[in-house]
């Protein structure tokens, strides 16, 4: 069965910019690279050629899961998203009862997820322990050190 991947519009336009950037200019670039190095002679023993046509496997990889990603993406009406308990798409206030460190991220799909923007996928660990909660409720987090416990101090958009 094909998993969905949830995004919102800004998200899937993200996903589109990028496919076209890889598709348009990294490909490209990459094409000049083989055949400058291809130019040069002998190439079982051009390492500017192998490595070339490495970066063309790697970056075919990556537009073949971006285009993978796209079609399966499904859109969320962020309007519609409700609040009272934690989901996809909401941004949940945290508190680590032990540090009383207080935190905020907002839950979205894989494709989406970027900590330096305090954007979690859904499916780490954290958020997965999140998922169905309301305000107040207090989750325990596995963690490679131990159980870590979040209270959660507020649900929005």
Do not use: C, H, W
Not at 40 to 62: F, H, M, P, T, V
């Amino acid at each position: 069965m094909a998993t969905v991947n949830y995004v919102t519009e800004e998200g899937l336009q993200r996903l589109r910019k990028e496919l076209e950037q890889l598709k348009n200019v990294e490909r490209p670039k990459i094409s000049q690279q083989i055949a400058e190095a291809r130019d040069k002679g002998d190439l079982s023993e051009n390492a500017e050629y192998d490595a070339a046509k490495e970066a063309q496997g790697l970056l075919e990889l990556r537009i073949s899961k971006l285009e993978a990603v796209i079609a399966k993406s499904r859109i969320i009406d962020e309007s519609k998203i409700d609040i009272s308990q934690v989901q996809i798409m909401t941004k949940v206030k945290l508190e680590n009862i032990t540090t009383k460190t207080v935190m905020e991220y907002m839950l979205v799909a894989e494709s989406e997820a970027n900590i330096k923007e305090n954007r979690l996928s859904i499916s780490t660990p954290i958020a997965k322990s999140l998922l169905g909660k309301k305000v107040g409720n207090v989750v325990e987090v596995q963690v490679p050190s131990g159980i870590v416990k979040f209270k959660i101090l507020k649900i929005s958009r």
